[in-house]
């Protein structure tokens, strides 16, 4: 698990690290300008270990350092010093009055004029092999103008390898929107924490590849108030419900679906794809004989029956919604839903339209949730349309504030509440947000959302608790998206490929879980 920030939690631990822990601030940018450094010979390793492969000799690269006069120009310097003391051709420019260079920043320009170095006031007609982006840091609060603009293009328009510190300059470090234009590096170091503009888009285009760097600020600089945000990295199979070597296909519970109505059958097929993807024991998919037919023939461990109130009877979780339709039977079938069950309840696409559109619904979940003697674990997927019209809202303000309307649908709703999109975010009435960092843009496909709600109703069967099973979920289904982008491009994926690259990302992981648990038990 990985937190991420935003520039006044980072400010505080920042602080903290120095004021509590006694850990001198010229320390922390020593080592800032050090985890830089080390990125840098990373890359001049690889590039000389090509040039002597093919025969060439490897010269001298031309090293320009843009800086400001705040704290991340400050890490500009030292690693501009650090890199002079190499024997690297390092250029430096201050962008800004000098007399406006904080404390800090003016004691390492000194140290660089020490070391032999020259800081221009003016960006240089050269050609650089690298440019070091330091301008600004996470404080920038509103648009770049003027000769802070001018240079940002002018980085942009070097011919170099651009290395941003801390994150791009002309990001906002909590929302990851460009202010009036940003540099597009292809590494950012940023260091203690991820900030949240390095996971936002367009924030996470203009990072390129992100290395956050230990420097020394940690968890113990929180002093106890832990950032509101995390993602996963780890292995997807370290986040699903253990499975009992004696279990049965009871055991791993009992999944019904409200999906594929006539015409849109293949809804309900998708979804029963990624819950038996997922590992749950049984699906049974309510419908007609055309998705019976089509089920025999795709996937025919599923049940399909038209008995309603047995069906619903008989599951451990119930989902509803992807091709359901928004007709008065399917609303229909919605409130019975609703009102005559008590299972864990996943609403997806057309539930959250019915929602949406029929107020006697909204209002008869809200009180049934309200009521601590009738609510249930609920979850609902939208994406940014269906969450805009569920709490009456401008689409323009859920693409602004995505985790800000989804905490509020979930406090409505006492429900766990996604927000989908290139970056789905997960969450819950109390507690930190899911902020999901796995899959591309070839899932923005028809159907990859159905695929998503089967997934989440089959953890949710397997037992555990139901926003960790959510945040997996949501988690491997990105992972599967990856996967089936790799064998099949980005372009030309589809939502089937999801559900079918399910069991090879859990097959990579539960490998590694089964080879550990024979060396436990001697076999290997």
């Known amino acids: 698990m990985e937190y991420l920030v935003n520039a006044e939690q980072m400010r505080r631990y920042d602080r903290n690290t120095s004021d509590f822990f006694h850990v001198p601030p010229v320390v922390l940018m020593e080592r800032a300008a050090l985890a830089c450094l080390t990125v840098i010979r990373e890359r001049q390793k690889k590039i000389s270990l090509a040039l002597a492969q093919a025969g060439e000799s490897v010269r001298r690269e031309r090293v320009l350092v843009v800086a400001g006069t705040g704290n991340n120009g400050g890490d500009g310097f030292a690693l501009g010093r650090l890199l002079l003391q190499e024997g690297w051709i390092v250029d430096f420019v201050l962008i800004g009055p000098p007399e406006k260079a904080g404390e800090l920043t003016r004691l390492q320009m000194e140290s660089v004029r020490a070391y032999g170095g020259v800081i221009r006031n ?34 942009n328009r070097q011919d170099a390898w651009t290395l941003s510190a801390d994150i791009p300059s002309g990001i906002h470090a909590d929302t990851g929107q460009i202010m009036g234009t940003a540099v597009y590096a292809d590494v950012t170091v940023t260091f203690g924490f991820r900030k949240l503009g390095l996971f936002w888009y367009p924030g996470a285009r203009c990072a390129g590849k992100i290395v956050c760097a230990p420097i020394g600020i940690t968890l113990d600089s929180c002093l106890g108030r832990l950032p509101g945000a995390f993602t996963y990295t780890e292995p997807i199979t370290a986040l699903l419900p253990g499975r009992l070597a004696e279990g049965n296909k009871g055991t791993f519970g009992k999944v019904t679906l409200l999906a594929g109505s006539p015409g849109m059958e293949g809804a309900g097929l998708l979804c029963a794809k990624g819950a038996f993807s997922a590992g749950c024991g049984m699906v049974k998919l309510v419908g007609d004989q055309g998705l019976r037919t089509l089920c025999l023939k795709e996937r025919p461990e599923t049940m399909v029956t038209d008995r309603l109130e047995e069906a619903l009877g008989w599951a451990d979780v119930i989902a509803a919604g992807p091709g359901l339709s928004a007709s008065e039977e399917a609303a229909e079938r919605l409130g019975y839903v609703i009102e005559h069950t008590d299972q864990p309840l996943v609403l997806d696409a057309d539930a959250i339209t019915l929602l949406a559109k029929e107020r006697s619904l909204y209002d008869r979940l809200v009180k049934m949730q309200r009521d601590g003697n009738s609510r249930r674990k609920l979850v609902m997927t939208p994406h940014p349309g269906e969450l805009a019209r569920l709490l009456g809202q401008e689409i323009r303000s859920v693409l602004e504030d995505p985790v800000g309307c989804a905490l509020g649908a979930a406090e409505t709703f006492h429900a766990i509440v996604l927000c989908k999109g290139a970056r789905t975010a997960v969450a819950q009435e109390a507690g930190p947000v899911y902020l999901n960092s796995s899959g591309n843009s070839g899932m923005a496909t028809a159907g990859s959302g159905d695929v998503l709600t089967g997934i989440l109703a089959s953890i949710l069967a397997q037992g555990g608790a139901a926003f960790s099973n959510v945040c997996a979920g949501v988690y491997l289904h990105g992972l599967a998206g990856d996967w089936a982008a790799h064998r099949k491009g980005e372009y030309s994926m589809t939502a089937g490929d999801i559900a079918e690259a399910v069991p090879e990302v859990l097959c990579a992981g539960t490998a590694d879980r089964g080879a550990e648990r024979r060396r436990e038990h001697g076999i290997l």
């Not at 690298?130 to 000769?147: C, K, N, Q, Y």
């Open 122 to 155: 003016a960006l240089p007609d050269q050609a650089y092999d690298i440019v070091i982006d330091a301008l600004f840091g996470i404080g920038l609060t509103r648009p770049l103008e003027g000769t802070y603009r001018e240079a940002v293009e002018y980085m």
